[in-house]
C-alpha cells in the first residue's frame, strides 16, 4: 500500500505540472480564446474629439475690409460717398464690439445762376469718418457640422466725420448710426470656439449728424459757416449752398465687405 500511495503522489504532480505548462504563454496550445486574452487586438484608429463648446465670455479678435457708397447728409443736399473702411472688432458668441475707420470720396452739384440750372458747378472733397458699434446676430443657420452658415444681425453706434472741400473750409461733426445686414461664414476648424472664419457680409447703414446749415447761419453743432464754403466752395455768397434743412442730416450707406476672425 505504501508503494501505491507514493505512486499516485507522484502522478498527480507530472500531471498538474503538465497541466500548468499548457496554460503558461511560453508554451503549450494556443487556442483563439487563449490568444485574444493575451495578446488583445489593436485599438481602433484615434478618432478626433471634438472640442468643448466656448463659455459666453470667450472672445475672438475680428478684422474687416469693406467697400461702400451712399449719401451724406449736408443741409438741403445729398452729396455722394463712396470709398473703403477698415474694421477691428471682438466677438462673443452671438456679439460683436467693433470699430471702423471709413475714408470716402464726396461730391455734389450747385446751380451758380439760379435762372439757368444748365449750369452746375462741382463741389468735391474728402471725408474721415470713426465709429465704435455694437452688432448683435439675432438668427443664425448653420450646416455641414456647422462649417458653413448664415447670420442676420442689426447694430447701432456713435462716431464722428471730418469732411474736407478740396477749394477750401471743412466740416466735423458726431453722429449716430444704426443698420442691418446679413453674413455668410465659413469656418476652418472642429468647432466655433476655435475657427478662423471667414464671414462675407452686405449691410445697409443710417447715419444722423448735427445739421450742417449754409447761408450765413451757424449750424446745430455751433460751429460757422465761416468753415464751410461760404465763399471758397460757390461763385457767390446767396447760391452758396443752400439753406440749412435745420435739426439734423440724415445718409445711407451700402457696404460689401468681409471679415476674418482668429
Known amino acids: 500500500m505504501g508503494k ?31 490568444y485574444r486574452v493575451i495578446n488583445p487586438p489593436p485599438p481602433p484608429p484615434h478618432e478626433e474629439m471634438p ?25 438741403i443736399r445729398a452729396p455722394f460717398a463712396g470709398g473703403l473702411g477698415f474694421s477691428y472688432g471682438r466677438r462673443y458668441a452671438r456679439l460683436l464690439l467693433r470699430g471702423e475707420y471709413q475714408a470716402d470720396n ?63 473750409g471743412t466740416i466735423d461733426r458726431n453722429f449716430g448710426v444704426v443698420g442691418f445686414g446679413a453674413d455668410e461664414v465659413i469656418r476652418f476648424a472642429s468647432h466655433e470656439s476655435k475657427a478662423h472664419t ?7 447703414r443710417f447715419f444722423r449728424g448735427a445739421d450742417a446749415t449754409f447761408g450765413g447761419v451757424g449750424d446745430a453743432g455751433g460751429t460757422t459757416v465761416a468753415a464751410r464754403c461760404t465763399t471758397a466752395c460757390a461763385n457767390t455768397t446767396t447760391t452758396t449752398m443752400g439753406a440749412g434743412s435745420g435739426g439734423h442730416d440724415t445718409g445711407v450707406q451700402l457696404s460689401v465687405g468681409f471679415t476674418w476672425g482668429f
Open 4 to 34: 501505491l500511495s507514493r505512486l499516485f503522489i507522484v502522478a498527480l504532480v507530472v500531471c498538474g505540472s503538465a497541466r500548468l505548462a499548457s496554460a503558461h504563454p511560453c508554451c503549450g496550445d494556443y487556442g483563439d480564446d487563449r
Open 51 to 75: 472640442l468643448p463648446p466656448p463659455t459666453p465670455h470667450e472672445g475672438r479678435n475680428e478684422v474687416g475690409y469693406d467697400v461702400s457708397m451712399g449719401t451724406i447728409g449736408l443741409g
Open 106 to 168: 464726396i461730391d455734389y452739384d450747385t446751380y451758380p445762376d439760379a435762372t439757368d440750372v444748365t449750369v452746375t458747378q462741382r463741389h468735391e472733397g474728402f471725408m474721415h469718418r470713426v465709429d465704435a458699434t455694437a452688432r448683435w446676430s439675432f438668427k443664425s443657420w448653420r450646416w455641414s457640422q456647422k462649417k458653413f452658415g448664415f447670420d442676420l444681425w442689426v447694430e447701432g453706434g456713435l462716431g464722428r466725420e471730418w469732411l474736407h472741400w478740396d477749394r477750401g
Open 198 to 204: 471667414l464671414r462675407g457680409y452686405i449691410a445697409v
